[in-house]
């Protein structure tokens, strides 16, 4: 069974910065590129950034271009993301997945808040 544990969330201040971890199992972690997606309230589903399998290529939405990292272990089957420089309009629950659509497998998420 596919298992998605995200991790790190947690409320922080407008210009700080947290770092989520997701942790999976299940399947052959290091053959399969791996996302982190997000849902602000009230909003839809927004693809944040991609990572190959290797972590040799990573993508990420400009809304987060130039702040946020994603990087991967595949040793320990976990995937990171280091958000800096955070935004009020960052805060969404944050979800690792195996797609970046709606359809896509993905954990329970975790909510991060940024506000003062």
């Known amino acids: 069974e596919v298992q998605l544990v995200e991790s790190g969330g947690g409320l922080v201040q407008p210009g700080g910065s947290l770092r989520l971890s997701c942790a999976a199992s299940?399947?052959?972690?290091?053959?399969?590129?791996m996302y982190w997606v997000r849902q602000a309230p009230g909003k839809g589903l927004e693809w944040v950034s991609t990572?190959?399998?290797?972590?040799?290529?990573?993508y990420c939405a400009d809304s987060v271009k130039g702040r946020f990292t994603v990087s991967r272990d595949n040793a320990k089957s976990t995937m990171y993301l280091q958000m800096n420089s955070l935004k009020p309009e960052d805060t969404a629950v944050y979800y690792c997945?195996?797609?970046?659509?709606?359809?896509?497998?993905r954990g329970q998420g975790t909510q991060v808040t940024v506000s003062s």
């Open positions: 997945a195996l797609g970046r659509y709606e359809s896509a497998t």
């Open positions: 299940g399947f052959i972690f290091s053959t399969r590129y």
């Open positions: 990572i190959s399998t290797d972590g040799g290529s990573t």
